[in-house]
């Protein structure tokens, strides 16, 4: 908003009326967010939630000028269909059979290339669309830099289930609705969809810990901590599946163990978290 107002006072044009949607799945509560709108009074922006999936259609043809997701598109729409039997796992794993990758895979083109057309239809010609979402750093999926925090999350599980407070059914039943793309496969989607010209597509690593910076000496002495912070982000987003799978009851005892878990493994590896990929598109 204040580069657009910079903009225009230095071509002496007036400054346009914004209109912004907010979108996020129904069951989500946008009252949150919308306690912060009062900070935007007195100037020209008008801020309203839309609830829906972004696999389908949010918004009339021809209406939208610039599209941000922001760490959404690693979500799909479901669970991939054909990933019974990766038990013992809850995302695609080294023990996974290998039609667990390419049901993933599947899914997460399906639903990309949904998304991409989707908002083709809802943009405006040479709209802008600046995408941000986690991924990986090579062609693997098996790879460490996204397979690593979910073998750490099934291992808490498996200490409940060690212990008769987890069924091992329902371990085994469950897989997390997440897809973690190379950036090849980002383009060939993007490509192969159509709508859009591909101005940009970047990828860069963070640590696992938000609080870690990379110079930090004290780094070994702080592992406990650094579980705790990623245990809470990964609780932040997790949460509400868990719950619904396993029940209520286990969340705490579930996370303090992954705690545990986190911190013993970033005491012998310094580990990077997520790669995250950018990409800036305009509509054709």
């Not at 922006?45 to 021809?62: D, I, N, W």
């Not at 796992?89 to 989707?118: C, G, H, M, W």
């Not at 609080?211 to 579980?227: H, P």
């Not at 579930?254 to 310094?270: D, I, M, P, T, W």
Request: hydrophobic residues 35%; negative net charge.
């Amino acid at each position: 908003m204040d580069i657009i107002a910079s903009v225009c006072r230095q071509a002496h044009w007036e400054s346009p009326e914004l209109q912004v949607f907010l979108n996020d799945l129904p069951q989500n509560d946008f009252n949150t967010v919308f306690k912060s709108i009062p900070a935007f009074n007195g100037k020209p922006c008008f801020v309203a939630g839309v609830a829906g999936s972004f696999y389908q259609r949010l918004f009339p043809s021809k209406s939208i000028h610039f599209v941000h997701s922001s760490y959404s598109l690693h979500w799909l729409s479901k669970v991939p269909r054909g990933v019974e039997a990766n038990k013992g796992n809850l995302y695609i794993a080294k023990t996974s059979p290998p039609n667990v990758s390419k049901a993933y895979s599947e899914q997460y083109r399906n639903d990309f290339s949904r998304f991409l057309r989707f908002r083709s239809e809802e943009m405006i010609t040479e709209g802008r669309m600046l995408l941000t979402f986690i991924g990986r750093s090579i062609t693997d999926p098996t790879s460490k830099d996204c397979c690593t925090i979910w073998d750490l999350f099934t291992k808490s599980l498996l200490d409940l289930v060690a212990e008769g407070l987890v069924c091992e059914s329902d371990v085994d039943s469950f897989n997390v609705p997440y897809y973690y793309p190379c950036k090849e496969e980002v383009r060939e989607i993007i490509e192969e969809e159509g709508s859009f010209v591909l101005n940009k597509l970047e990828i860069f690593e963070v640590n696992w810990d938000f609080e870690d910076d990379v110079c930090n000496e004290n780094f070994v002495l702080e592992t406990s901590k650094s579980g705790r912070n990623v245990a809470n982000c990964i609780r932040a987003i997790t949460e509400s599946m868990i719950a619904s799978h396993f029940g209520d009851t286990i969340i705490d005892d579930l996370f303090s163990r992954f705690a545990q878990h986190v911190g013993e493994h970033l005491s012998c590896e310094k580990t990077k978290y997520y790669v995250t990929i950018v990409v800036s598109m305009t509509m054709k």
